[in-house]
């Protein structure tokens, strides 16, 4: 058993604690009955609490489950996404329509992306995969535009292209489609 000295700030006192791991179940949006592994500090009348370094980890935790439940995108995947495509947050969450927050949570497991979210992360990928790319039509170089050398161009001038049609196609992508170029 792990014993460790926390200062627990709602009680004001520092004590000895207890590790502990508990398999609990618990519901994350539409998923009622995931399984997850929760892990806590017993203080020495019993209750448990969360781990005071790291608060998030067992709400982390129940993210993971339902986005390995759902065979979601995780956090690490999405950010790897936005680093091939040498984009910024801000730039990548205006190229999906998102919000740069929104982004930034998911991609730190401090949110779950929403099923449309999760579309525009899966087609992402796919055109990443198939054509090396997104399609032309996603993007748009402002008229500010500045060529940075030949081959590269500064991807902070690149915007969204408000187009409904493309942007409604990808927000309800789905990898079993027939997508074809879409650009």
């Given at each position: 058993?792990?014993k460790?000295?926390?200062?627990?700030?709602?009680?004001?006192?520092?004590?000895?604690?207890?590790?502990?791991?508990?398999?609990?179940?618990?519901?994350?949006?539409?998923?009622?009955?995931?399984?997850?592994?929760?892990?806590?500090?017993?203080?020495?009348?019993?209750?448990?609490?969360?781990?005071f370094?790291?608060?998030?980890?067992?709400?982390?935790?129940?993210?993971?489950?339902?986005?390995?439940?759902?065979?979601?995108?995780?956090?690490?995947?999405?950010?790897?996404?936005?680093?091939?495509?040498?984009?910024?947050?801000?730039?990548?969450?205006?190229?999906?329509?998102?919000?740069?927050?929104?982004?930034?949570?998911?991609?730190?497991?401090?949110?779950?992306?929403?099923?449309?979210?999760?579309?525009?992360?899966?087609?992402?990928?796919?055109?990443?995969?198939?054509?090396?790319?997104?399609?032309?039509?996603?993007?748009?170089?402002?008229?500010?535009?500045?060529?940075?050398?030949?081959?590269?161009?500064?991807?902070?001038?690149?915007?969204?292209?408000?187009?409904?049609?493309?942007?409604?196609r990808?927000?309800?992508?789905?990898?079993?489609?027939?997508f074809?170029?879409?650009?």
């Amino acid at each position: 058993m792990t014993k460790k000295e926390f200062y627990n700030p709602e009680t004001d006192t520092t004590e000895t604690y207890t590790e502990v791991w508990q398999v609990e179940q618990v519901k994350v949006r539409d998923e009622t009955h995931l399984l997850v592994k929760n892990h806590y500090w017993q203080a020495a009348d019993g209750e448990l609490w969360v781990d005071f370094d790291h608060p998030m980890e067992n709400v982390q935790a129940a993210f993971n489950a339902f986005r390995e439940s759902k065979g979601y995108l995780k956090p690490d995947e999405i950010r790897a996404l936005r680093h091939k495509l040498n984009m910024t947050v801000r730039r990548f969450a205006e190229v999906l329509g998102i919000a740069p927050s929104s982004l930034t949570q998911i991609e730190n497991n401090l949110r779950v992306q929403a099923k449309y979210q999760e579309n525009l992360f899966e087609a992402v990928a796919y055109f990443l995969k198939i054509q090396g790319r997104l399609p032309e039509k996603w993007l748009v170089k402002s008229d500010r535009a500045t060529v940075a050398s030949d081959d590269q161009v500064d991807n902070d001038y690149i915007r969204y292209h408000n187009e409904k049609m493309a942007h409604d196609r990808v927000k309800n992508f789905d990898k079993q489609d027939d997508f074809g170029d879409a650009s």
